[in-house]
């Protein structure tokens, strides 16, 4: 007898069709329109068992990777030990070590606004760089927390990274910072855009290939809601 997957069900009002998704962190979702039955869910999950299998199977190598840290987080391709400190409130660096609140919830939720800041000073100047060569200006920078999208840039100049690309190693950074930089010159994604993009960063396909195959380790901690 096949054991059943284990999934939750949301219910979407923009939702137009039945949608699986899995997650390295929080497992299988099926969302559904509004007016759909229950019964859709389980139908869809029986249909994609062997797809939702595979991803399941890649979730967890993601879990093992993660794990794998022990107490330690990357940073631009250095590993950042952790050292827990009774009564700190915030994280400071020194050396190759973080210094972190004792309390575990204290010290995951200081570490993430740690990264922000850091993500702040280690991207701005690499996006005036970036701009400058390509005889454009920025007009605005902003670090977000997205969970599907590491960079993007405005129509009007305005760009944006995801903090978690300092998990990542710094060519990667370097590669996603060129990405959007280049939609200052070329909004659009065509062999034009990927020639500016070669130019100024030739190893670019094999910084992508790395996102696409370690983009569900760029996380603090292997758990929902991260």
Same mark, same amino acid.
């Given at each position: /007898?096949?054991?059943? !997957?284990? +999934? #939750?069900?949301?219910? %979407?009002?923009?939702?137009?069709? $039945? =949608?699986?998704?899995?997650?390295?962190?929080?497992? $299988?979702?099926?969302?559904?329109?509004?007016?759909?039955?229950?019964?859709?869910?389980?139908?869809?999950?029986?249909?994609?068992?062997?797809?939702?299998?595979?991803?399941?199977?890649?979730? #967890?190598?993601?879990?093992?990777?993660?794990?794998?840290?022990?107490?330690?987080? @990357? +940073?631009?391709?250095?590993?950042?030990?952790? #050292?827990?400190?009774?009564? *700190?409130?915030?994280?400071?660096?020194?050396?190759?070590?973080?210094?972190?609140?004792?309390?575990?919830?204290?010290? *995951?939720?200081?570490?993430? *606004?740690? +990264? =922000?800041?850091?993500? =702040?000073?280690?991207?701005? @100047?690499?996006?005036?760089?970036?701009?400058?060569? !390509?005889?454009?200006?920025?007009?605005?920078?902003?670090?977000?927390?997205?969970?599907?999208?590491?960079? %993007?840039?405005?129509?009007?100049?305005? !760009?944006?990274?995801?903090?978690?690309?300092?998990?990542? @190693?710094?060519?990667?950074?370097?590669?996603?910072?060129?990405?959007?930089? &280049?939609?200052?010159?070329? /909004?659009?994604?065509?062999?034009?855009?990927?020639?500016? $993009?070669?130019?100024? &960063? @030739?190893?670019?396909?094999?910084?992508?290939?790395?996102? *696409? =195959?370690?983009? %569900?380790?760029?996380?603090?901690?292997?758990?929902?809601?991260?």
């Amino acid at each position: /007898m096949t054991t059943p !997957l284990p +999934y #939750r069900v949301r219910r %979407s009002d923009r939702a137009r069709r $039945v =949608r699986v998704s899995v997650d390295a962190h929080s497992g $299988v979702e099926v969302v559904l329109p509004r007016d759909s039955p229950q019964s859709a869910a389980a139908a869809a999950v029986v249909e994609l068992r062997p797809w939702i299998e595979r991803r399941l199977a890649q979730t #967890r190598a993601v879990r093992a990777a993660i794990a794998a840290r022990g107490g330690t987080l @990357p +940073y631009l391709g250095t590993n950042l030990a952790l #050292r827990p400190e009774a009564g *700190r409130a915030r994280v400071h660096r020194r050396g190759d070590t973080l210094l972190v609140p004792a309390d575990a919830g204290a010290a *995951r939720c200081a570490l993430e *606004r740690w +990264y =922000r800041r850091a993500a =702040r000073r280690e991207i701005a @100047p690499r996006a005036e760089v970036a701009a400058a060569a !390509l005889g454009c200006s920025c007009s605005a920078l902003t670090i977000r927390g997205q969970r599907t999208r590491w960079g %993007s840039c405005s129509a009007k100049g305005a !760009l944006s990274f995801n903090w978690r690309l300092l998990l990542a @190693p710094a060519a990667v950074l370097d590669y996603v910072v060129w990405h959007e930089a &280049c939609h200052l010159r070329v /909004m659009d994604h065509s062999a034009s855009f990927w020639s500016l $993009v070669h130019e100024h &960063c @030739p190893d670019h396909e094999a910084q992508r290939s790395w996102l *696409r =195959r370690q983009g %569900s380790t760029l996380v603090l901690f292997a758990s929902a809601g991260e």
